[in-house]
């Protein structure tokens, strides 16, 4: 089948393209961009049985999107999301490949695990899942997974997410062995003795909250040691969830001195809001890294505008609603992002911090290219995984209506005008309002 | 007149008048607890509910003597603090003993956030008898209350609060209700216990304690969590006391009129020596007998709100 996407502003920063033209699908692959000009000449209609064309005028047509953080909570978890509503909620958010953290019951750190996950998401999944396998057995950090088993199985790359490798030792080992997958090691960078138990960004606010703190230099510290690391051992490091100025700092002077191979994600969350929206006990805006300053927020943007960081990613964190109804301190962390990252993250734009090919880049391309996939792209033979964006009407998000199960979100009620309204993704098109 | 909120689950919500209103009320109370016969029918008919999720003698016994004495029926709700994770959520707990009947639910939980928890989810009035470390209203009233009983005013005073600020949600509704009646603060304590943040709420912080207590009005002790030693936040109690613990010597800096106040339960020789607990400046006693009439004039007032 012949699908066409027709008047569209394009955006695709692989090929050089921002503007309009016409997005041409055969068979479920990419077959061209076709620009005004070259449309002009010898148009043939041949507008007959067997093509689909769309309408996208006005509205922003861009490759799917590549999210590199996603829990999508099956194996184990599936009260607060499953493979089938993690993805229809990826699908609805213009996401069309996402990549899955280990942090299941029973974790994926072997390749069984990778294979249920894979077999689910084939007959279940609205988008392509990627696995990320455990770096170490059940994310103790006491003993190697089997990378290189899991990579086979499928896993495009490594993380214990949710806790850090606390034993640095058996980081620089995890690193150095990673380097015969030449895939990256995704780190939570957080020292657990000295976040000790803190639920909240540290300062008056927690302070007069009386809650517990976690200070940036539990992210910081770990930052500049897997940083070390990966200088030490060669292996390639992605720093999951970057969340302060200080994170921010360190990223780019190891980018500088080119020692090390490191790349950087951050969430819509830690540029869109301060700790400021813990505000009375909202268990919803308590996430781990925890929501920052705003001397952080403002690092953050600066750190994607001069792209310290790589890559923005959900790292969706479903929740039941009774988890987070109830006392703060007991509350899991995390946030459904799912489905307001684009529209967030488009914020961004208008803000002037990152230009539509930019943010494209962060969302798409560079997340693939840090997996090793062949997706975040329009080129000719790609799979025709896309995303159709209205940016001309303002909505309010509401987290009622997420196709997720988690309602997790300090985001409810937000007006925002990024909206994904159409998404092709394994040969269907998804369109709503 | 009158409060402005069904709930009391913190000083931060309050303004000066609504302090004002509280003592005043609580004036009137006193009064009647130097009676021969010392309860009123205020509030006969109304239901009490102690919920309490830490164990608490004094604060759960005044709170329930409060209520009787204003003629409630009380209740006490013990629960174990096991179930804050296991067990009955919270939400069902609270709404069990609202369908109960409860009109007003006193609650002490270990975790910050619990009362305004509540307050936001039970149409009962709900009055925070301590929130993990964030605020004991109750506490800050009655210290208040006492220093205005002894000294006529509180507006201009220094006071001085030596010890775990941090960690001490007496310290902070005393620290808040304070500085909105006019009065001086400032924080006494070693820095792992005082953070510097709290600079911003426009208080005085020494580690000093010395230099802190120079010319103070009133010195506020609080108690030491004997269990903090070891964790880091100081050596050993010896050590603790050696710079914190509020000798006769010490005291001498402060003013010579100045009042001595503890919330209580005391640790003799960790932060306080009895020499000054048991001394002519301390005032810990009339604090307790005081807590009464406060507790009294909040549920009344508080059942003023609802009608």
């Known amino acids: 089948m012949k699908i066409v996407i027709k008047n569209g502003h394009v955006v695709d920063p692989s090929q050089g393209i921002d503007g309009v033209c ?18 002009g000449k010898g148009q043939r209609h041949e507008n007959n049985r067997g093509t689909k064309e769309i309408d996208a005028s006005g509205k922003l047509v861009l490759p799917g999107l590549v999210d590199l953080h996603v829990h999508l909570r099956e194996p184990g978890y599936e009260y607060k999301e499953t493979i089938r509503t993690g993805t229809a909620a990826a699908i609805r958010g213009g996401i069309t490949s996402l990549c899955c953290m280990p942090n299941t019951n029973p974790v994926n750190d072997n390749s069984s695990v990778t294979e249920f996950i894979l077999k689910k998401a084939a007959s279940e999944g609205a988008c392509r899942v990627f696995p990320i396998g455990a770096i170490t057995k059940g994310q103790k950090g006491e003993e190697l997974a089997e990378m290189s088993i899991m990579h086979e199985a499928g896993c495009v790359a490594f993380s214990d997410d949710g806790r850090p490798v606390t034993d640095s030792l058996m980081m620089r080992r995890a690193m150095e062995y990673s380097r015969i997958l030449k895939v990256p090691l995704i780190s939570h960078c957080e020292d657990l003795a000295l976040s000790a138990g803190g639920v909240m960004q540290e300062g008056l606010l927690s302070v007069t909250l009386g809650l517990k703190g976690i200070p940036p230099q539990a992210e910081e510290v770990m930052v500049a040691r897997d940083i070390a690391l990966a200088e030490l051992t060669g292996g390639r490091l992605h720093i999951a969830h970057v ?3 200080g994170s921010v700092a360190l990223i780019r002077s190891a980018k500088k001195r080119g020692m090390a191979d490191v790349t950087a994600e951050t969430c819509p969350h830690y540029f869109s809001i301060t700790e ?26 600066q750190g994607l505008h001069d792209g310290t960081i790589d890559v923005i990613a959900t790292d969706h964190a479903p929740h039941h609603r009774d988890e987070k109804l109830g006392e703060f301190d007991v509350a899991p962390s995390g946030i459904s992002g799912l489905e307001t990252s684009l529209g967030l993250s488009m914020r961004l734009v208008d803000e002037g911090v ?13 997340p693939s290219g840090i997996v090793g996939i062949d997706r975040g792209t329009l080129r000719p033979g790609a799979e025709a995984d896309v995303v159709v964006v209205d940016c001309s009407r303002e909505y309010r998000v509401d987290a009622g209506e997420f196709l997720s199960k988690g309602k997790n979100t300090p985001f409810d009620g937000w007006a925002l005008s990024a909206k994904p309204v159409l998404t092709i993704s394994l040969g269907r098109i998804h369109e709503w309002e | 007149m009158g409060l402005k909120s069904k709930d009391l689950v913190g000083i931060k919500a309050l303004d000066a008048a609504d302090i004002e209103q509280i003592l005043d009320t609580a004036a009137g109370f006193k009064d009647v607890l130097g009676r021969d016969i010392k309860k009123v029918p205020a509030l006969r008919g109304k239901t009490t509910v102690n919920l309490f999720y830490e164990p608490s003698t004094r604060t759960r016994t005044s709170f329930e003597l409060a209520a009787k004495r204003l003629s409630t029926d009380v209740i006490n709700f013990s629960v174990s603090t096991s179930s804050v994770v296991k067990g009955e959520s919270l939400r069902d707990t609270a709404l069990t003993i609202q369908a109960l009947g409860a009109d007003f639910i006193v609650v002490r ?3 910050s956030g619990v009362a305004h928890f509540l307050a936001n989810n039970l149409d009962a009035s709900v009055v925070n008898a301590g929130d993990g470390t964030n605020e004991h209203p ?13 000294k006529g005013v509180i507006r201009g005073l220094e006071v001085a609060i030596v010890g775990d600020i941090l960690h001490s949600r007496v310290a902070k509704s005393n620290i808040y209700a304070l500085k909105k009646m006019g009065a001086g603060v400032r924080l006494i304590g070693p820095p792992t216990l005082v953070p510097d943040v709290l ?3 426009d208080v005085e912080i020494y580690s000093d304690m010395e230099k802190g207590l120079k010319g103070a009005d009133i010195v506020m002790m609080l108690r030491i969590q004997v269990e903090r030693q070891g964790k880091g936040f100081f050596p050993t109690t010896v050590e603790y006391f050696r710079n914190w613990g509020l000798t006769p010597e010490r005291l001498a800096r402060a003013k010579e009129s100045a009042l001595v106040m503890h919330p209580g339960p005391m640790n003799r020789g960790v932060e306080i020596s009895s020499d000054v607990a048991d001394g002519m400046r301390s005032v810990i006693l009339d604090q307790v007998t005081n807590g009464l009439a406060v507790r009294m004039a909040v549920l009344y007032l508080l059942a003023g709100v609802k009608g």
Do not use: W
């Not at chain 1, 997005?23 to 620009?35: P, Q, R, Y």
């Not at chain 2, 109750?138 to 002894?150: H, M, V």
């Open chain 2, 199 to 201: 600079k911003d709420l």
């Open chain 1, 243 to 245: 969340s302060t100025e």
């Open chain 1, 354 to 366: 990152l230009t539509y090919s930019g943010l494209v880049e962060k969302m798409a391309l560079k």
């Open chain 1, 276 to 301: 400021e929206a813990v505000g009375s006990y909202d268990a919803n805006a308590k996430v781990n890294p925890p929501l920052r300053s705003r001397k952080d927020v403002e690092a953050i943007k």
């Open chain 1, 22 to 39: 016409d997005l041409v699908m055969e068979d479920g692959k990419i077959k061209e961009v076709k620009s005004e000009k070259s449309k």
């Open chain 2, 138 to 150: 109750t506490q800050a009233l009655l210290d208040l209350f006492t220093i205005r009983e002894k």
């Open chain 2, 109 to 111: 939980h270990p975790c």
